[in-house]
């Protein structure tokens, strides 16, 4: 397995080698071996989450304020996305800066996000199958967000009216967004 670092300190692009044959394939999609070696302290994760959207769908940019933030694992089983993570760590220097990479069931790729991050995705297929593990449990009263179009971030999403839900539709905007990420 490749893990290779983003431009934003704590991401990892992680790069799965495959086993195919005319069987079907098959892949690590963690080793904490692996991990310890290239990348140090292994995350430990208490809790595994999975979505299935159609084409079109955005969910996010989500967060939990500590002390329920989560560090996630994501990745797609089926179809594709766009996924996006934002820097809210206050003292990070690329702080309100996002990265944004294509996961899908084909390329087998993931992204781990440290505690610190909103994350978000747009669906690029129906039925995509969207797969995550946190470092953290879910907390509703924690639960926080940003706008998903917010100018500020400058996300280009190629999309201009993505499905959103009701909750989706109302965070507020970065500007506004007063971090309590010390990370």
Known sequence: MEILKTKIEGVFLLKPKVFSDDRGYFFESFNANVWKEKVGEVPTFVQDNESMSNKGVLRGLHFQHPPFAQGKLVRVIQGS???????????????????????????????YLPAGFAHGFL?????????????????????????????????????????????????????????????
Request: glycine content about 6%.
């Open 81 to 111: 996305v766009m996924d996006v993570v934002v820097d809210l760590r206050r003292n990070s220097p690329t702080y309100g800066e996002h990265l944004s990479v294509i996961l899908s069931g084909e390329n087998k790729h993931q992204l």
């Open 123 to 183: 669906t690029l297929e129906d039925k995509t199958i969207f797969s995550y593990k946190c470092t953290n449990f879910y907390n509703q009263k924690s639960e926080g967000g940003l706008m998903w179009n917010d100018p500020a971030l400058k996300i280009n999403w190629g999309i201009n009216n993505p499905i959103l839900s009701e909750k989706d539709k109302k965070y507020e905007s970065f500007i506004s967004f007063a971090s309590n990420f010390d990370y």
